[in-house]
């Protein structure tokens, strides 16, 4: 299966070498890797120019936007770009970080999974980060959610969800729009990507409310959304992140801040977040 992968960068001069490095020495190589430089201010695109004079399925684009980092809208506006250089002669399209380490059979192993079966809609492995010497998983979400930070996507199903949304829950709605029209998503637990920079490291102190308006226009309701901030403050190890993950959920609701989800989605989605805080109870 023929694969294409999009990699939004900002001043990423430390990791993307590192990131390239694992991508080209893949047992299965990619038809195309784009690199989007979203005006970075150091040495990012003349390291990857180093890597377009030896391997002629990189490239690279220029985009200019703001400096500031506020999670979800930046680095999918700058996937957006890079989408505009892709063709449509692939199977499955990848969106990855700049800041990754992949094994070097991930994406072999990726493609069995969607040869598999043809149900399969999304596929993905395990950020691990480094902690005193050792490499430990990036324990922020569940098993079977594919972080953010390296989405594999079949074709027919990137197409069908609308693509990805450029607003923070972007790696949260495309889960649960394949949910929706009942495709499945995968995850490998031998799939140990190392995540070289910790997550949310770059966002500023206005982006702490971005999380609760994030599951308001996920469609969650507010109950939901406070099982969900109170689970994932206490996972991060900042239980105060609590109440600004609730401020931004009644910031965006007294905003009527419009919704990732349409009404009949949003209410499916209601439906199976239920289900699993039922199943995992009952477990």
Not at 137 to 148: A, F, M, P, Q, S
Not at 159 to 186: H, N, R, S
Request: hydrophobic share 40%.
């Amino acid at each position: 299966m023929n694969y294409q992968i999009i990699i939004p960068a900002h001043n990423e001069e430390q990791f993307i070498g590192l990131t390239l490095d694992s991508l080209v020495n893949q047992t299965v190589l990619p038809s195309k890797v784009i690199v989007v430089d979203d005006n970075s201010t150091d040495t990012t695109s003349e390291i990857v120019k180093s890597y377009i004079d030896k391997h002629s399925y990189i490239s690279l684009v220029n985009k200019n936007s703001e400096a500031i980092h506020l999670p979800g809208s930046k680095v999918i506006q700058a996937f957006h770009e890079g989408e505009k250089h892709i063709d449509d002669n692939y199977d499955i399209i990848v969106k990855v970080d700049a800041d990754l380490i992949f094994p070097a059979n991930y994406f072999e192993t990726i493609i069995n999974h969607f040869k598999s079966d043809d149900s399969i809609g999304m596929v993905g492995g395990f950020a691990y980060i480094e902690k005193d010497e050792k490499w430990i998983l990036e324990n922020l979400t569940d098993k079977d959610h594919i972080r953010g930070a390296f989405k594999a996507y079949r074709k027919t199903t990137f197409k069908q969800i609308g693509g990805l949304k450029p607003a923070m829950g972007w790696d949260t709605v495309d889960e649960l729009l394949c949910k929706f029209y009942y495709w499945k998503v995968v995850t490998d637990t031998s799939l140990h990507v190392k995540h070289l920079k910790p997550t949310g490291a770059n966002y500023n102190k206005a982006s702490r409310y971005k999380q609760g308006e994030a599951f308001y226009s996920l469609g969650y309701g507010f109950m939901i959304t406070v099982i969900a901030s109170l689970k994932l403050a206490l996972k991060k190890k900042k239980p105060l992140l609590f109440l600004d993950y609730i401020k931004g959920f009644w910031k965006a609701k007294s905003s009527n801040k419009d919704l990732l989800v349409t009404k009949e989605q949003a209410t499916f989605i209601r439906k199976y977040r239920w289900q699993k805080m039922k199943e995992k109870i009952l477990k």
